[in-house]
């Protein structure tokens, strides 16, 4: 049932306690009217029963003067002696007080029952008697009526001798009327219904009587009493229930409303109780205010609550949107502002750079975790400060952080990405216990408002970043369309075939490129370079790379290059006795497997030779686990060459101390004999001299001409590889 | 000797039967009276009650009582006056219609009805006015078993007239009755102030004047005791006196007309004793 408002349902009980009142009022004043009714015929009973009641006392009244008449010496001296019969009748009688004045007439009857004497005109009396006597009877005669008495007179007490009878005649009506005081009957309008001259017994005379019944004045002045106390009643009643209904308005439906409408404000947005009432009651209901009183608290202290309630909302979303490590916001945050600038519609002008701490892995297996927290902490704390206070600095993985400038164009990206660049830079590491500088690279992608896609701006940021990462690469990169090439790094399908390819190592295409001994240039072994073919398509290195580099799967994608190039070993791809080297990354030479695996290749070919080519940044993160890895490869019978020497932090505390037989020059390093800058030869030589003295043997890469080969040839590099010699090639 | 009597009252009285008795007399009016039967060796007495009063009048009643508590028959008729079983006094307006000599026929009558049962003498004894009808009917022929009478207060038949108007009344009546004319008069008679009778009625009694009455009394052929009150202030001046000249009278100090209280033993004192003389 739909709740209906206090008004309505106080309004409701009020005209039902007044339709009560009405209804118990008009009950009464109907039952007062069935009363008055009843008391009514209760009277017209009491008024026949006295009228009754008189009718026998006349009779008993008539009957005594009778009698006294018929007991009287006199009267018997009448019926004996009727000589003076008149005179006794009209004088003596009367005068001897035997009979009132009321009395209409006195006859004397002889034993026959006939008159002693005519009656006289003006007082009738019956000639001759109707009937036995005693006779009580009631006439109707001349318009008048009467009843007379009949008796007879004994001579004596005993009533054995008849003498005669006496009548006497009354006054019907008077002498009812004189026969008792009338409380209920009024006759004074008393009509006898019989006949004229006809006569009926006394006993009968009731039912030949109309009267009325005398007005009851205490009833009718109880009626109207009643009548009147009623409507007083009913009014007083109205009045005070209108009083009732004003003061359950003004005590309880008006603070009930007024609370109902402060509770219901309470739902509208930022709305709340009132700490007091509107305006103070004069007649206020303590209850109500006790429980308004404790609403507010109640609301007060829940606002509390949910105040305190929306400040740790507002914490756990802030922590659960912050870098514990780090304070910047984390991946989440930058999902969800990712997803506020409109993942799926077409971007205006913005910037995304992406910030990735260069070697950072190699760092904190070098250092320790503990160490590369405070690097991480060091480098987010120097991007906080070089970006503006309103930029926000996202945490996107363990070293790679990410800000989005809005409206920013190519010029302002650039500006503030290098403040970041030299705010790390002006950044002392050593206090670490670090002897390496740390770098970051940068990788920014614009939104000129050319149409691009959220997902396609974030794809060029990482291609730009994954660029600068490069050896030799600027540390600060802007997209461009000719970093295309790179979309495998980004690109679904290039990371599936990586994935699948360590899950399947026959997707893992070897091309062998040949390495010759110099001075003479013949082919002492092949360097197994690795492709992968993927749905038709063969995926080159630098596709492959980046994305084993940034999804950390060199020692899993390693594992399936070894089985790779045991397969082609075994199924004699390669000419029996040419030695064979593999790139093993920096992961990979410090791990267990990875180093069994290359052990147990090494022992199943034991007649070929086998390089294991790692890169310098194995030996600077985990120098002795990697020498230790190295020692046990050569003690084996594989060689170990020092793969892309000066792209990047070449040392010469470790070139002294690397365990490893070949030393093999990256390409930068070898195209610097082709520069043209003196100073840049004479440093070469001096290096290539340092490293021939410290006992290593070198390989040059990138040798694509004679006068290159020349040049490698006279700085002792005992090995050569290049396009000067072939290309990488499937073997047959 | 009152306490004597008043024992001897008490006593034999309970042995004395009253009986009330009834007599037709000629004129077909019944008559009633007291009878109690006594001693038939001892006088017969017949008490006869005062003017319109009845034998239950106290006087005679008391006097029924204490005679017949000594063994005397005792007869007290009350008088018809024209009423047939007359029980109640007549009232002094009445239609009175009979006269003196119809009395005398009546006590005439009881004294026969008396003899049939008492065959021995009989005194008449008569109070106030009645004295003066026993004496009426004295005077006449009486019974002869009548011997002795006694007059209890007897009473002059007043009109509170001096002879000459009382003279002239009667002569009205006489000539009232003469004509028939008027039918029935009303005048002051004894203690009645409006006596209503026939002309022949009253002047019955009118002719018994206080002087025949002392005639009556003087000529009287029995023996005859008057006894009479000391202060019976119902009688004319010197009637005492008068009656004394030709009678034996004998006086009761103190008593009144009706000899009531104490007196009512006197009276029946002096009445035993005027019985123990017959």
Known sequence: MKPQSIVHLAGLFLLAVAGFILLLGGYLWLEMERVSAEMRVREARSARTEVVEGLAEIERRAKSTAQALALWDETRQQLSFTEYYTLWRDDRVRDAGMVSDNVEGVALYDKQGHIVAPARPDRPMLASLPGQAPLALLQQKNGGSHFSIFLPVHADPDGRILLGYVGVKFNFAAELRRARAYQFADLAHLRVTLAEGSSVNLAQAIDHLLFSTRPNPDLAAFHDLFRASLVRLVIAILFLLFLAAWLLGRLLVRPLRAFSDEIDNLREPGGSLPRKPARAAPLAVLELENVRRSFNDYQVRLSELHSNLEQNSRDFYDQARRDALTGAFNRRAFDEDWKALGEDRRLGRVALLLFDCDHFKAINDTYGHQVGDRVIQTIAGDLHAALRAADRLYRLGGDEFATILPEADARRAEMVAERCIEHVLGQDFRQYGMSEPTTISIGIALSEGEGITLHELQKHADLAMYTAKRPGSRKLVFYSENMGGMAALVGNKEISAVFQAIENPDLIELHYQSVMRLPLATREYVEALTRIRFEGELIGPGAIFPIVQARNLDMEFDLAVLRALDRDLAQGRLPAGLGVSVNLSAPSIVNTKVVDALADLIHAYPGRKIVAEITETALITQIEIASSNIRRLREAGCLVALDDFGSGYSSLRYLASMPVDLVKFDISMVRLLDSGDRRQQLMMEEITRLVVTAGYQMVAEGVETRELLDKVISLGFSHAQGFYFDRPLAPA | ?278
């Open chain 2, 1 to 278: 000797m009152r306490l004597f009597l008043f024992l001897i009252m008490c006593c034999i009285g309970l042995t004395a039967r009253a009986e009330p008795v009834e007599l037709t007399l000629p004129s077909k009016l019944v008559a009633k009276a007291e009878y109690r039967k006594g001693d038939l060796d001892k006088p017969a007495v017949i008490l006869l009650h005062g003017f319109l009063q009845t034998h239950e009048f106290p006087t005679i009643h008391s006097l029924v009582e204490g005679i017949s508590s000594t063994g005397r028959t005792v007869l007290a008729p009350t008088l018809t006056l024209g009423v047939t079983h007359r029980q109640q006094s007549l009232a002094c307006e009445a239609i009175h219609t009979h006269t003196l000599k119809e009395v005398g026929r009546e006590i005439d009558a009881w004294v026969k009805w008396l003899k049939v049962r008492h065959n021995g003498p009989i005194i008449v004894l008569g109070h106030s006015f009645g004295s003066v009808e026993v004496l009426a009917y004295l005077s006449g022929s009486p019974d002869p078993a009548i011997t002795r009478f006694i007059g209890v207060s007897i009473i002059e038949a007043r009109l509170k007239l001096n002879a000459a108007e009382t003279a002239k009344l009667i002569g009205e009546m006489r000539h009232a009755v003469k004509s028939g004319e008027p039918r029935v008069v009303t005048h002051q008679f004894s203690f009645c102030r409006k006596y209503q009778a026939t002309p022949v009625s009253l002047l019955s009694y009118l002719e018994w004047t206080p002087r025949r009455v002392l005639e009556a009394s003087a000529r009287l052929p029995l023996p005859s005791l008057f006894i009479m009150g000391g202060h019976d202030d119902r009688l004319g001046s010197g009637w005492v006196d008068k009656l004394k000249t030709h009678n034996r009278v004998k006086i009761i100090p103190g008593a009144n007309h009706f000899m009531d209280g104490e007196h009512e033993f006197d009276l029946l004192d002096a009445v035993l004793e005027e019985l123990k003389a017959s």
